[in-house]
């Protein structure tokens, strides 16, 4: 990913999880609580499994289309992060010994294999993006520690969120001028590198005792409280209910094969 | 490298996720121990900037590739390893968030991947004793590099074990480790050279600064032997574990190797393990036992106690799934978009 690419695809997810509407209003603790359960559930079914899963696109398009997030934007960043699955489930039907008869036609089990490993990329990378454009980083921090997680943990989060903008923003004009400086491979070598991150690391040092003294002055006390407290309200234990229910139906129950059924009957 | 969720199940990421969620307690309650609320800002601010940092591209020595740092052992030499690991903590979470770099359940793996070898084993065990007092460049530049190349490797062999473990993918596990480890020595080395430099040029700029960061970790030269024990005890642990695993399943690696590629049949290898015990589960849990699309279908597959391939009905079913998945899937985007309308309606009646 290009350093322009990253910087503006934190910058829009920071826009969208702003907005408002009835996802971005539910208590970030369920939508936490729903996101893990969805991802565990897709990532906990066998290897071969690609048809199964299709009800649990349901769960994304709801979230995007009540959400009104941005379908382009999210489909493009779920194809082009992370080839890292792609590459290693490509192999699958190399390696794979077993044969798939599939409405007639005779290929490697690999290739299902494959297909579900993609299946079930598609599912949770677009369930993170989901969780972040409807949630805000702020949000997901409150929610971590409120599920106890160390408040000097969640602090530094919140520290750097509030700081990587400003920071990316330096790098920005750092590699731009670095750009502008070198031909061809020149002024990429890694100890060009190395005085970039050098200074950038002093530089952040010196950002970060500013930042500590001008907090002190402020009543600082090693704690970032949290303003805005609000307790689990009907409509966040509705979401939750409906959601793990749906999942589980989903998981164990064939809705896909009664469907298809129900329509062959019906065309019959 | 960044595990992926599509390639994990649940019990291992769950194992990592327990293994990570421990070691973040561990490092807040070190940390809160012996250091003042300056180091807060400073962590969080640094995180920013690894961040930032990573996304810096160099060309990696000898190889013509471009690559980045990935941050830990700098963190870990700056700050300290309980600073360091939480801060790495930090960047893969906000990573997985907003870049989905591998996804929720496979951040367990990822921190403990990218953070736990290079901050609490890389860092004490190789870094801290070879680099002495770091006053020296030569010897510190010998010491980046061994730690970062043993932390990646580290990292690297341990995606392999849990993509293995998980039992997603077909690659032969000898074949696999090769490549990991062979990619991951390169970076290694761009990681080391990149993270003796930036020491270097702090030291030469702010020595200062390298004094605190030593203040706020642990004292030098007194890291305890008995947590440098159980950690590698747990690791060893784990390691065994998934070797046991797979000595158990494939009692001649090199042999099951062969037969993969070849496409013998000798080894019965998913039936076992958590994978098989997965499947087990599913099939248990399954309403309709004829709704085993895999089961009828592939041949190699099909376990000793597993039900009789289908025949005519079978075939049926396999059509019904695929029609049904595909009614599923087309009605999930029908609402999505009818709501869209709805809204889109809504929003114009206001």
């Known amino acids: 990913m290009s ?6 695809t934190i910058g829009r997810l920071d826009l969208l999880s702003y907005q408002d509407t009835v996802v971005h209003r539910l208590d970030a603790r369920v939508k936490v609580a729903a996101t893990l359960l969805f991802v565990v559930m897709v990532v906990s079914y066998p290897k071969y499994e690609v048809l199964s899963l299709m009800p649990f696109f349901l769960f994304p398009v709801l979230m995007v289309s009540l959400g009104d997030l941005p379908v382009l934007f999210l489909v493009r960043k779920v194809l082009v992060v992370s080839p890292f699955a792609v590459c290693i489930g490509i192999l699958n039907p190399l390696f794979d010994p077993g044969t798939v008869t599939v409405l007639g036609t005779t290929l490697s089990a690999g290739w299902i294999s ?5 299946v079930k990329f598609a599912l949770t990378i677009s369930a993170a993006l989901i969780l972040i454009a409807t949630t805000s980083f702020p949000g997901v921090c409150g929610a971590l520690r409120r599920f106890g997680v160390p408040a000097l943990f969640v602090s530094q989060l919140l520290f750097l969120y509030r700081y990587l903008f400003v920071l990316l923003e330096e790098t920005l004009r750092i590699i731009r001028a670095r750009e502008l400086r070198s031909f061809g491979g020149r002024g990429r070598e890694a100890k060009v590198a190395v005085r970039i991150i050098g200074s950038l690391f002093l530089r952040t040092v010196e950002r970060a005792e500013r930042i500590y003294r001008a907090m002190l002055s402020r009543g600082f006390a090693g704690d970032i409280p949290v303003l805005r407290r609000r307790g689990m309200e009907a409509a966040d234990a509705l979401f939750l209910t409906v959601a793990a229910v749906s999942f589980a139906l989903f998981r164990f129950l064939p809705v896909g094969e009664w469907t298809g059924r129900f329509a062959q009957e019906l065309f019959r | 490298m960044h595990m992926a969720d599509a390639l994990l199940s649940p019990a291992v990421g769950a194992s990592f996720w327990a293994g990570t ?9 070190k940390l809160k121990q012996n250091i003042d609320d300056k180091m807060v800002p400073l962590m969080g601010v640094l995180g920013a900037f690894i961040f930032a940092a990573q996304l810096i591209n160099f060309t990696i020595p000898g190889t013509g590739s471009s690559g980045h740092i990935g941050g ?8 300290g390893p309980h600073a360091a690991f939480l801060v790495m903590a930090s960047v893969l979470l906000v990573q997985a968030l907003f870049f989905a770099d591998g996804g ?4 367990g793996c990822n921190i403990w991947n990218l953070g736990l070898y290079p901050c609490y084993i890389a860092y004490p065990l190789l870094y801290r004793p070879l680099a002495g007092d770091g006053r020296d460049p030569k010897r510190n530049l010998a010491a980046a590099l061994v730690a970062a190349v043993a932390g990646l490797q580290m990292g690297a062999f341990s995606v392999v074990l849990e993509t293995l473990l998980s039992g997603k993918t077909e690659l032969p596990f000898g074949a696999f480790a090769l490549l990991m480890l062979t990619i991951h020595l390169a970076i290694g080395v761009a990681e080391g050279l990149v993270t003796a430099g930036v020491i270097t040029y702090v030291r030469s700029a702010r020595p200062e600064l390298l004094e605190n960061a030593a203040l706020s970790g642990p004292p030098r030269q007194s890291v ?3 947590k440098v024990l159980a950690i590698l005890a747990l690791l060893a642990v784990i390691t065994s574990g998934g070797l046991s695993w797979f000595a158990s399943t494939h ?7 062969i037969e993969k590629v070849t496409g013998g049949r000798g080894v019965e290898g998913s039936g076992q393990g958590v994978a098989g015990a997965l499947r087990k589960a599913q099939e248990r849990t399954a309403v309709l036992p004829d709704y085993q699309f895999k089961q009828e279908t592939r041949e190699g597959d099909r376990g ?13 079913t396999s059509v019904a799934g695929i029609v049904g998945a595909a009614i599923v899937l087309l009605v999930s985007l029908a609402v999505g978009f009818t709501v869209r309308i709805l809204r889109g309606r809504g929003k114009h009646a206001q």
């Open chain 1, 3 to 8: 350093f322009d690419q990253a910087f503006y």
């Open chain 2, 224 to 226: 305890s032997i008995r």
């Open chain 2, 21 to 29: 969620i421990a070691a973040i307690g561990y490092a807040s309650k």
């Open chain 2, 104 to 107: 929720l359940l496979a951040l």
């Open chain 2, 72 to 79: 830990g052992m700098i963190l870990a030499v700056l700050l």
């Open chain 2, 304 to 316: 000793t106690d597993g039900p009789p391939p289908q025949s005519a009905a079978g075939a049926g």
């Open chain 1, 114 to 118: 494959f297909l579900s490993i993609l």
């Open chain 2, 251 to 257: 009692p001649d690696g090199l042999e099951w190797a």
